[in-house]
């Protein structure tokens, strides 16, 4: 289908609310108490080593520079066009040539730094990692998860960044947050974009600050991938890498100082602020409800690409709840065929931001039996309202483009090869799985009785 968009958002009329009375807003939260419960959270300290303030320190002598030029000749060349004659015929193939030592002086100096300052971040923040575990390293494990035994003392952040820093002539830097949840923790400056490289893949920092008892159930020792990632209380976390392994930003280790389960609040007192602002969100979604009936009304009997360009269009309310100056013309199918998965998929919809699946749903359950003009003239407009994040969408159908068996024909041996690739895939990936491979094999840990 093809269809004419325009999104109209709480957010935007939320601050044209006024203050409620204290009586409205403690029913408003005795009503939705459920909805201010606190997520889990966890607070956590870390110890981060910028590689590029390292990279700032270190040198390179001219001796070390061409050692490695002398090494590595091959990779150091630049391709030129070589000047044609006008009366040539064919064109001119570029011609590469060999940089000399002192061409390539710049880019082997910026090579050898780059790696003489991952070389000592990691050193100096596995040295701090090894210190600050070294509490750890003689408590006894738990026979039945693996884990090791709090010990009675564990090491000083701030302390350890200081010394290690100074030992290693490297900046350790500390930092703590304040309890984070889930989300918060995948947003955190820096430390949020870290991730460990565990046994499965990539962990990303804020699944494993979660993956801490009490949050998670202690593991089956049986089970080496799930122990080795899961941390008790103030243990510290394997190095995470910000930016590539190859050549990371930063590096860090963390560990968990404060675990906080999910509850509910003691009373509005300790939620107020959070209370007001979803009460005013709320009362804007109600007011966005009906801005949008009224434009689907004017809608049918002007075009919506015509409506924004006339005079007397859209009200000023409604152009102050959308961030669009003009409708949005999109055209979309229902599902999106992935070719590297070899399946459907939510399709790509521009200016929609409520999860394009249920859009289009509901976009083809209700536009697509209808004409584009119905009997009457009016031209077919509906909402899509999005309650999760306060939105109503309100779209028009211009055109609808159904696909015929000739053209499904023409396309058929094209969706079986992708079929097939999937399936191939989804073949490798299961016979290489780790897991099957020790079934198949009978294959136990050596420290696994």
Same mark, same amino acid.
């Given at each position: 289908?093809?269809?004419?968009?325009?999104?109209?958002?709480?957010?935007?009329?939320?601050?044209?609310?006024? *203050?409620?009375?204290?009586? @409205?807003?403690?029913?408003?939260?005795?009503?939705?108490?459920?909805?201010?419960?606190?997520?889990?959270?966890?607070?956590?300290?870390?110890?981060?080593?910028?590689?590029? &303030?390292?990279?700032?320190?270190?040198?390179?002598?001219?001796?070390?520079?061409?050692?490695?030029?002398?090494?590595?000749?091959?990779?150091? %060349?630049?391709?030129?066009?070589?000047?044609? #004659?006008?009366?040539?015929? /064919?064109?001119?193939?570029?011609?590469?040539?060999?940089?000399?030592? *002192?061409?390539?002086?710049?880019?082997?100096?910026?090579?050898?730094?780059?790696?003489?300052?991952?070389?000592?971040?990691?050193?100096?923040?596995?040295?701090?990692?090894?210190?600050?575990?070294?509490?750890?390293?003689?408590?006894?494990?738990?026979?039945?998860?693996?884990?090791?035994?709090?010990?009675?003392?564990?090491?000083?952040?701030?302390?350890?960044?200081?010394?290690?820093?100074?030992?290693?002539?490297?900046?350790?830097?500390?930092?703590?947050?304040?309890?984070?949840?889930?989300?918060?923790?995948?947003?955190?400056?820096?430390?949020?974009?870290?991730?460990?490289?565990? @046994?499965?893949?990539?962990?990303?920092?804020?699944?494993?600050?979660?993956?801490?008892?009490?949050?998670?159930?202690?593991?089956?020792?049986?089970?080496?991938?799930?122990?080795?990632?899961?941390?008790?209380?103030? /243990?510290?976390?394997?190095?995470?890498?910000?930016?590539?392994?190859?050549?990371?930003?930063?590096?860090?280790?963390?560990?968990?100082?404060?675990?906080?389960?999910?509850?509910?609040?003691?009373?509005?007192?300790?939620?107020?602020?959070?209370? /007001?602002?979803?009460?005013?969100?709320?009362?804007?979604? #109600?007011?966005?409800?009906?801005?949008?009936?009224?434009?689907?009304? &004017?809608?049918?009997?002007?075009? $919506?690409?015509?409506?924004? *360009?006339?005079?007397?269009?859209?009200?000023?309310?409604?152009?102050?709840?959308?961030?669009?100056?003009?409708?949005?013309?999109?055209?979309?199918?229902?599902?999106?065929?992935?070719?590297?998965?070899?399946?459907?998929?939510?399709?790509?919809?521009?200016?929609?931001?409520?999860? %394009?699946?249920?859009?289009?749903?509901?976009?083809?359950?209700?536009?697509?039996?209808?004409?584009? %003009?119905?009997?009457?003239?009016?031209?077919?407009?509906?909402?899509?309202?999005?309650?999760?994040?306060?939105?109503?969408?309100?779209? /028009?159908?211009?055109?609808?483009?159904?696909?015929? #068996?000739?053209?499904? @024909? @023409?396309?058929?041996?094209?969706?079986?090869?992708?079929?097939?690739?999937?399936?191939?895939?989804?073949?490798?990936?299961?016979?290489?799985?780790?897991?099957? $491979?020790? &079934?198949?094999?009978?294959?136990?840990?050596?420290?696994?009785?």
């Amino acid at each position: 289908v093809k269809t004419a968009t325009v999104p109209l958002f709480a957010s935007r009329l939320a601050d044209q609310v006024g *203050e409620t009375a204290p009586e @409205q807003l403690e029913q408003y939260y005795q009503q939705h108490t459920e909805a201010f419960r606190y997520p889990d959270r966890v607070a956590v300290e870390y110890l981060k080593v910028d590689v590029a &303030k390292v990279k700032e320190s270190v040198e390179v002598s001219r001796v070390a520079a061409h050692r490695y030029y002398e090494a590595h000749q091959a990779e150091f %060349t630049v391709s030129t066009q070589p000047a044609t #004659d006008e009366a040539a015929t /064919q064109p001119t193939q570029p011609v590469t040539r060999q940089l000399s030592f *002192e061409e390539a002086y710049p880019q082997i100096v910026e090579r050898l730094k780059a790696s003489d300052a991952r070389e000592r971040a990691i050193q100096a923040i596995s040295a701090a990692r090894d210190q600050a575990m070294s509490h750890w390293a003689a408590m006894p494990s738990d026979p039945n998860t693996g884990l090791k035994t709090h010990p009675e003392k564990v090491a000083d952040y701030a302390q350890l960044a200081e010394q290690m820093g100074k030992r290693k002539h490297v900046s350790i830097q500390y930092g703590q947050s304040g309890l984070l949840s889930r989300q918060e923790a995948g947003n955190y400056p820096g430390l949020g974009e870290a991730y460990a490289i565990g @046994q499965n893949g990539l962990v990303p920092f804020a699944d494993y600050a979660f993956n801490v008892v009490p949050l998670v159930e202690p593991p089956s020792v049986e089970d080496r991938r799930t122990t080795e990632q899961v941390l008790v209380q103030d /243990q510290e976390s394997p190095i995470l890498y910000a930016g590539s392994v190859e050549n990371p930003d930063a590096l860090y280790v963390f560990r968990v100082t404060q675990v906080a389960p999910s509850r509910l609040p003691e009373s509005l007192q300790e939620v107020r602020e959070q209370v /007001q602002r979803e009460w005013k969100l709320a009362q804007a979604y #109600d007011r966005v409800q009906e801005l949008a009936g009224q434009l689907v009304e &004017k809608a049918r009997q002007t075009k $919506l690409t015509e409506l924004f *360009e006339a005079e007397g269009g859209p009200s000023e309310a409604i152009l102050a709840a959308t961030p669009v100056t003009e409708p949005v013309v999109a055209t979309f199918a229902r599902r999106m065929l992935s070719p590297w998965e070899g399946r459907l998929g939510p399709p790509m919809i521009e200016g929609v931001e409520m999860p %394009t699946d249920a859009f289009a749903d509901r976009a083809f359950e209700v536009l697509w039996p209808q004409p584009t %003009t119905q009997p009457d003239g009016q031209f077919t407009t509906t909402t899509i309202a999005d309650d999760d994040d306060r939105t109503v969408y309100v779209v /028009q159908l211009l055109e609808k483009m159904p696909v015929t #068996d000739q053209e499904f @024909q @023409q396309f058929k041996p094209f969706l079986a090869r992708i079929a097939l690739s999937a399936a191939q895939f989804e073949f490798y990936r299961n016979w290489f799985d780790p897991e099957n $491979l020790h &079934k198949r094999t009978g294959y136990r840990p050596a420290d696994v009785d």
